[in-house]
């Protein structure tokens, strides 16, 4: 567990249900000693394994103590709030918010989307180079851009080389208000701590709304009390085109508003299954005219964040956004836009990590067999254990992120064989069935008591799966009784034919698997251990008696050594008297 990291895995919670593996888009979670840690390398900060989590075992790192201590050192501290707040705290007015952010100890608050303006602004000039050409991707998302750099190293060189909007505003801030100011950010995204922890110069720290809703309840500021009347606060001035960012293909608005860049192609995908159908195969693509892919990695937007304070409905969160674009557009000029000289050329510094390991056939083959997978017939590819495929599971079993009881047909038939062999050594009988009386499994041991006709249906179909008990054993009406009343018989001697039988019938699945463990008396090994414990239960019976009959013949003594003595006191009495 590592809790300098974004998102880490509280390992007493993780409950090995592979549900984390299933759902990272990029399998950057390692199985060990039946717990799922997250591989730092390969992660991208997406935060869906912690919205997934059945048990919150997948936490994201909480930094707003150090935002706390920050203003409690008397630190000037400046919030740079993300634009989908409004979807976070809906029917709470900028002028309140604000309000409140002053309450927690911030000097000012300032929009991000200022940042998102400088984007639009830079990006936009650079698309209008007329002779520039081929695919550009935005870099606003950081967890895209990690995903490109960690997943798509050969598609960097494709990113746009313009800041996130979140650097670009910090950059701006510092340059306006002076270094020596603390900028902290909070929004709906998890992977804006990564952000903040390669950019500790520019941003303090990063938290998420519910982060921030979290200190809001600790500290008992109430929202809805706070002033609503009046300007909104934000310093230096509104945001208005940038504040569409949170929703999908509101980069691409912003961008072509003025239709400066129509000779472009814009489009815009949300969510990391359309993320990674939109990257495969992307460099094979030659457009005839420039293209501006915007991507992000949650679905329907920012808004949608991991971090973000769940409304009732993904459709109202949207029209809150849109609902404040609206009034901003109303106050302001529609084509508003800030305007700054601040260099925002830089993109992330990128660590490269390939996903996994070169491997051959041969060693790929050799992993699936460790798991009796032995021909591709035997590749199910069910995603079971949280991989696309069996053989993209055998690659992280080679890169050691895999354990081989990950998969689960290979656990089931090892269970299976184990079962199977159990049954057979076994010294009794034992036989299940359904509540339609009809045989699942037994063992060679019930045939052979069933008689030669039984064994020999046995040999040919083991198991006699499907077979009917009211054709094979006479005390079928047991296993009928069990089914329908639900109450074990337990040690019942049964007559069938030569053969003296204990038959026990216990309930599996109650009114639907009932199993049953049969012994044959004539059997001189069960012979033996019946009359052993036979010979134990009249010991015991016999013992009890005698304990009972000592407890009674030392009560009675005692008894009578009681009147022996009154009548010598007595006697005794009697001589003085008449002495």
């Known amino acids: 567990m590592n809790l300098n990291k974004p998102i880490y895995t509280e390992q007493n919670n993780c409950q090995d249900c592979y549900k984390c593996v299933r ?43 150090s935002i706390k201590m920050l203003i409690a050192s008397g630190r000037q501290v400046v919030l740079s709030l993300a634009p989908s707040w409004t979807s976070s705290f809906p029917g709470v007015t900028a002028a309140a918010f604000v309000a409140a952010m002053r309450q927690l100890g911030f000097c000012s608050v300032s929009e991000t989307a200022l940042g998102a303006e400088l984007v639009n602004n830079r990006t936009r000039a650079m698309l209008s180079d007329r002779q520039r050409t081929g695919i550009s991707i935005s870099s ?37 208000m002076g270094p020596e100011v603390s900028i902290a950010f909070a929004g709906p995204c998890i992977a804006k701590k990564c952000e903040a922890d390669r950019s500790p110069d520019h941003i303090a720290a990063s ?12 500290e008992g500021v109430d929202l809805t009390y706070l002033p609503a009347e009046g300007p909104s606060g934000f310093e230096p001035e509104e945001a208005v085109s940038g504040a569409i960012y949170p929703i999908d293909g509101g980069m691409v608005a912003g961008i072509n508003r003025g239709g400066e860049v129509a000779h472009v192609n814009f489009m815009s995908f949300s969510g990391m299954e359309a993320v ?28 949608n964040g991991p971090g973000a304070i769940e409304g009732p409905s993904v459709a109202m969160r949207q029209g809150c956004v849109l609902d404040q674009m609206r009034r901003k557009e109303n106050t302001h000029s529609a084509h508003h836009e800030l305007q700054a000289p ?10 490269h990590v390939p996903p996994h390991g070169s491997y051959s056939p041969a060693e790929i083959d050799e992993a699936l067999r460790a798991v009796g997978k032995q ?35 290979y656990m089931r038939r090892v269970a299976h064989d184990k079962a199977t062999v159990l049954l057979q050594r076994m010294p009794s009988g034992v036989i299940m069935a359904d509540n339609h009386l009809r045989v699942l499994e037994c063992n060679l041991h019930v045939a052979r008591m069933l008689g030669d006709d039984v064994s020999l249906i046995y040999e040919a179909n083991p198991g006699l799966a499907g077979a009917s008990l009211e054709k094979l054993v006479p005390f079928h009406r047991m296993f009928a009784q069990v089914i329908e009343s639900g109450n074990d018989i337990i040690d019942r001697e049964v007559k069938m034919g030569s053969r003296a039988l204990k038959v026990s019938v216990f309930t599996i699945q109650p009114h639907k ?12 090994e069960v012979r033996s251990d019946e009359i052993i414990k036979r010979t134990r239960a009249v010991i015991k019976e016999n013992l009890e008696t005698v304990q009972q009959i000592a407890y009674l013949l030392g009560e009675n003594t005692s008894k009578t050594e009681t009147a022996l003595h009154s009548i010598m006191e007595l006697l005794q009495q009697n001589d003085r008297s008449h002495d």
Not at 287 to 298: I, K, Q, S, Y
Not at 379 to 404: H, I, P, T, V, W
Not at 513 to 524: Q, T, Y
Request: overall charge negative; glycine content about 6%.
């Open 23 to 65: 759902h990272c888009p990029v399998k950057a979670i390692k199985i060990a000693n039946n717990c799922a840690s997250i591989i730092d390398e390969l992660c991208i900060s997406c935060g869906h394994c912690v919205q997934v989590c059945p048990v919150g075992a997948k936490k994201a790192r909480s930094d707003a103590d």
């Open 375 to 409: 021909s591709a017939r035997d590749e199910l590819n069910c995603g079971g254990c949280g991989y696309d495929s069996c053989r993209e599971f055998a690659m992280a079993m080679l890169d050691g992120k895999a354990e081989q009881n990950m998969c689960v047909s």
């Open 513 to 524: 698997i009932v199993g049953a463990i049969i012994r044959d008396l004539n059997n001189p």
């Open 140 to 176: 606003a998302c950081p967890s895209i851009v990690d995903l490109i750099g960690r997943h798509y190293p050969e598609l960097e060189p494709l990113i746009v080389p313009v800041a996130s909007p979140l650097l670009a505003h910090t950059r701006y801030l510092h340059e306006l």
């Open 342 to 351: 601040t260099n925002i050329e830089l993109r992330y510094a990128q660590g």
């Open 276 to 303: 990674r159908a939109t990257l495969d195969g992307l460099q094979q693509w030659q457009p005839d005219r420039p293209v501006f892919v915007e991507l992000m990695a949650c679905p329907g937007g920012c808004l």
């Open 207 to 218: 938290i998420t709304f519910r982060e921030l809703n979290d200190w809001l309840l600790e």
